[in-house]
């Protein structure tokens, strides 16, 4: 959750506010949240009581939820890793370019994330703890104003982070989650800023007609000003949907934004899409694209990725 990955900041449509676009998701999410709501308290399903499941008492197998992973979409998902189970997730490969050519300005950035890792181990029936680091990152600048060449390259900074469903984790057409998390600034060689950075992400699953799954999230972070060492607010939405296509082949579509409070900024959007295939209950591979709608957003980011649950 580096501010390096959501360069949260660019010259778009003009303007220093969302468009009326990302309004209305807010809205659409605003609604979603309050549906849920009601759902959770009118549903008729009884999960069985795994409580007593913790680190040191794990969850048997029989007992387990189907795997559940946070990636590939940017959508967090509010479901926890059962108790005493072990989960990795990471990126393969991931790729970003970036080219902006605004007042009389040609720069490129490419930027290669080599398996980057969210190792995560279930504490609670309801609780979990994830560890992200950026294992080795790359990135390439090319000025051709100024025919200038740079490459950087090394470790990346660690997020640590503690999801707690509040429910919907085990059964329910609907499942609401909260967690915190915060970002030591462990890069090297410039491949981030020198802060400690946090926030907080509320994710939101919501089970549709014909088998279509939603998925919501808003998020507040806390992070570093660009040119100084004072800090401001990114505020953060997205929207997902999902469905089956062919036995254990999925996809999604996605809608992300991302809008920041610091002086002169503008709005981050992307259209993101993107393919999971299961390979039996704890394995998953995952495939997608993320599209910048805006300047400041990268143009193209291919990615393939890895789950992993044991």
């Given at each position: 959750m580096s501010s390096r990955h959501r360069r949260a900041i660019c010259n778009c449509l003009g303007g220093s506010k969302p468009p009326l676009l990302v309004l209305a998701i807010l809205c659409v999410f605003s609604g979603l949240t309050t549906r849920a709501f009601a759902g959770s308290?009118?549903?008729?399903?009884?999960?069985a009581d795994k409580r007593g499941f913790n680190l040191f008492n794990p969850t048997p197998a029989s007992s387990l939820r189907e795997l559940s992973t946070d990636r590939p979409d940017k959508t967090e998902s509010p479901y926890t890793v059962d108790a005493g189970h072990f989960q990795i997730e990471l990126d393969l490969l991931s790729y970003s370019y970036d080219r902006d050519s605004v007042d009389r300005a040609d720069r490129t950035v490419e930027s290669f994330a080599i398996a980057p890792i969210n190792f995560k181990v279930g504490l609670l029936n309801n609780m979990d703890l994830q560890i992200i680091v950026e294992t080795y990152n790359i990135e390439r600048t090319r000025d051709r104003a100024a025919r200038t060449r740079e490459e950087i390259s090394g470790f990346g900074d660690v997020t640590?982070?503690?999801?707690?469903?509040l429910w919907g984790n085990d059964g329910g057409e609907t499942a609401f989650g909260v967690m915190p998390f915060v970002k030591f600034p462990t890069n090297q060689r410039g491949l981030g800023n020198d802060a400690v950075e946090g926030g907080i992400i509320f994710p939101l699953a919501i089970a549709l007609p014909?088998?279509?799954s939603l998925g919501a999230m808003t998020e507040a972070d806390f992070v570093q000003n660009g040119e100084n060492s004072d800090y401001h607010g990114e505020f953060i939405n997205s929207i997902t949907v999902s469905h089956s296509i062919v036995g254990e082949l999925s996809g999604y579509v996605e809608f992300f934004s991302s809008v920041s409070t610091e002086r002169d900024a503008e709005w981050v959007g992307t259209f993101d899409f993107g393919f999971t295939y299961g390979i039996g209950p704890n394995v998953q591979l995952d495939a997608g694209m993320n599209v910048g709608l805006t300047r400041s957003a990268d143009d193209l980011n291919p990615f393939v990725g890895l789950s992993v649950r044991y």
């Open positions: 308290l009118t549903g008729t399903e009884t999960p640590v982070r503690w999801k707690t469903n014909c088998d279509f």
